[in-house]
Structure formats: C-alpha cells, structure tokens
Nanobody
Framework: QVQLVESGGGLVQAGGSLRLSCAAS????????MGWYRHSPGKQRELVAT???????NYADSVKGRFTISRGNAKSTVYLQMNSLKPEDTAVYSC?????????WGQGTQVTVSS
C-alpha cells in the first residue's frame, strides 16, 4: 500500500556531505514513523536515524552530530543530511515507514565514501 523511493546517494570524498531523500506514496496515515537504515556487505542492517510524526528523532551513536533526519513540508518525504562522511558510512541506505498499516521499505540508495 505504501511505496518508498530513495534518492541522493552517490560517491563522495571523506569529509563531504550528501542529502538523501525518501518519498512515500500510496495510502499513508498521518501517524507514522520513518527512518533510515543502512546495510554494508557482511554486516547486518542497522538503524541510522528515525523520526516520528511529532518530530521526535533518534540516532545511532556512530552518526550523532553528523547526520540529521527531518521531514519535508510534505510529511510523506523524509531527508537524511549526512555531513563529515567517513568511509565507514559506506552502505546501501534504505528508507522505512511504519504505521498501523504495516512496515514498508524502499529499495535503497548506494552511498560510497572514499578515503
């Protein structure tokens, strides 16, 4: 019922910045949580950041102070501003939305940080 499409990934030098976008479409409830996860080869998918409908956020310790999650004026869009990127941030970043209707995932966008 919900489709999520990520964009904004790419190749960037260490210390650089990227902004990821996630656009949700379909049947979307006003009360929903959205988040970003990342998955690197040989590693488990890990939580990067989440944001509630009310604007509460939380972050993985590894990205605190560097990444910022936010919602656009259209609440169906969520962003992840990534600053001071490190090679360890290299991963496929996926958007997630959770509501009473279920949990949905995007297909992900690749972020590669070179040293």
């Amino acid at each position: 019922q919900v489709q999520l499409v990520e964009s904004g990934g790419g190749l960037v030098q260490a210390g650089g910045s990227l902004r990821l976008s996630c656009a949700a479409s379909g049947r979307i409830l006003s009360i929903n949580n959205m988040g970003w996860y990342r998955h690197s080869p040989g590693k488990q998918r890990e939580l990067v950041a989440t944001i509630t409908s009310g604007g509460s956020t939380n972050y993985a310790d590894s990205v605190k102070g560097r990444f910022t999650i936010s919602r656009g004026n259209a609440k169906s869009t969520v962003y992840l501003q990534m600053n001071s990127l490190k090679p360890e941030d290299t991963a496929v970043y996926s958007c997630n939305q959770a509501s009473a209707l279920g949990i949905y995932w995007g297909q992900g966008t690749q972020v590669t940080v070179s040293s």
